[in-house]
Every structure is written in C-alpha cells, then in structure tokens.
C-alpha cells in the first residue's frame, strides 16, 4: 500500500514560521493533518499573530517560543517545551534563516559569522538537541532549509551561499549517523520564493535586474511559499520512508544563480 502524505497525529516544530516560507510550511503541514505545532520566531508581532490565528482556524493547537534559534538556550527551551506540552516531537524543520546582499569586500567579519550562526549553526543545534529527543522516542523527520545557493555559490554574498552548502553537508551526515535511530533528514532548496526576504533583497536592484532574475526562471515566475511547504509536508510525511541524506529542489526550473 502507497503511504499517503499525511502528517496525522504528528507533533511539528518549525522555526522562523512568523512569517514567509515558515508560515507556508506550518500551514502546509497543518492541511497534512498535523494538529500540534511549535512554532520558534524571533518576533512575536503582527505576522506571528496572524500566522497564529490561520493555523487555528484550520484546527490546529500552536505553542510560540521566541528566540534565536542560533542560541543553544532557545533550542533547548524549545525542544523541552514541546515535548513536555506534547509528549513527542516528529518532525523538525529547520527554516529559520537570513541573507544580507552585499558585495565580496564590503562583506564584514561580524556579517560572516552572524549569516553562518543563524543558519548553520541553529540547524547544527536543532538537529543536535531534538535529534535527542527523537532518539529516545524511537524516530523522527528532520527537513533542513538550504537553497539553490547552496548548490550554486549563489549571487547574494559570499556567507549566504557557503552557509546554505554547509546544510547540504550536515543534512547527508545527520542522514548518515541518525538513521539507526529511526530518524530521516532531508534538506529543500528552494531558487525564488515570493516573501519579505526576496522584497528586501530585490529592493535595491533596478528594474532591468529584476527582470533578468525573473527571466532566468523557466516557469517565468517566482514559487509561492505553499510550494515549498507541500514539498516539507512529503518529506515530514512517513509517504518519504526510505528518502533521506538528499536535497530536493523547488526552483520552477531555475538552475543557476
Ligand atoms: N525566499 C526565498 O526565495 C528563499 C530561497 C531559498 C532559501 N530561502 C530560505 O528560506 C528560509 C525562509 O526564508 P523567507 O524568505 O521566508 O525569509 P523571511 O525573512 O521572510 O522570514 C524568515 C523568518 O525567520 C525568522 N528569523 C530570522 N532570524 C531568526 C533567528 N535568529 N531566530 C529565530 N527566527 C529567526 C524571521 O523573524 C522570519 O519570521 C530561510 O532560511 C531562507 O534562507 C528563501
């Protein structure tokens, strides 16, 4: 029998879901079936409290954790908090991330490391300390975002790029080391998503620019995030069983910075 992509009585928790991609993902695996999600965010303003009010609406109960996930306090704050809210926590996405376009020289040291905290080490984190809990537990899903940049250098700056492969690498090891433990890491690449990320860093380009990107894109439009959120809802799902340690693309065909 073929499994179908539902995440019923799953436990979730996806950090950076106040908004953008996150957001999609959180209502993507909500649509799935998921009914308990933790949610771990920097801010906790407007988009949080509408990000909120959607999953509850589709019947979901939702535990907010704010903080940075590149601190081991936020992370293991929020690991114990879901599990003693809920006693077990399936699946992990590892969203969270930032990009500050900049060129190779004006790139500084403190830019470098705070690009490679937030978006490598938090996963490094998360994979650490709710892979614990999901090995004690008997298993687990872990869906880690990187991005086409991760596979291509990327154009955003020099620490974004490097930080995205760096989640290719440490999703193929936790596959590797985490598998006798029952649990399953993957990583998603998305090109160009329609959020506030994409806004800000398509902001300073002119209008030729813009159009250049868009142009490079085969399907002629930027993904919305509830594409990316399906592809993480599947790879969460037990419909994934034998696929980990692999990075999938969502990029409408785009394959090159
Ligand atoms: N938008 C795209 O086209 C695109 C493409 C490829 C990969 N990505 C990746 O997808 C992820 C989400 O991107 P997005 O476009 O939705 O970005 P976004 O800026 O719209 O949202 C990012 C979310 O992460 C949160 N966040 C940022 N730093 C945090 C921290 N230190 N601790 C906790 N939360 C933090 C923000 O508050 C926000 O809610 C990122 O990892 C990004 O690199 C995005």
Known sequence: MIAQ???????????GAAQGIGRGIAIELVAAGCRRLTIVDLVAGEELRQTVAELESRGAEVLFVGGDVSQTATVTQAVDQTVQRWGQIDIIVNNAG?????????????QWDQVLRVNLRSVFLFMKYGGMAMRDQGGGAIVNMSSISGITGGSTGPDYGASKAGVIALTKFG?????????????????????????RNYASLSPEEKAKRLSNIPMGRMGE???????????????ASYVTGETVGVTGGRMSS
């Open 5 to 15: 992509t539902s995440l019923a009585g799953k436990t979730a928790l996806v950090t």
């Open 98 to 110: 930032i990009s500050k376009p900049t060129s190779f020289f004006e790139t500084s040291d403190e």
């Open 175 to 199: 596959a590797r080391r985490l598998s006798e433990f029952g649990i399953r890491v993957n990583a998603v690449a998305p090109a160009t998503i329609n959020t506030e990320m994409i806004a």
């Open 225 to 239: 995030t509830s594409e990316v959120g399906r592809l993480v809802a599947f790879l969460a799902s037990d419909a």
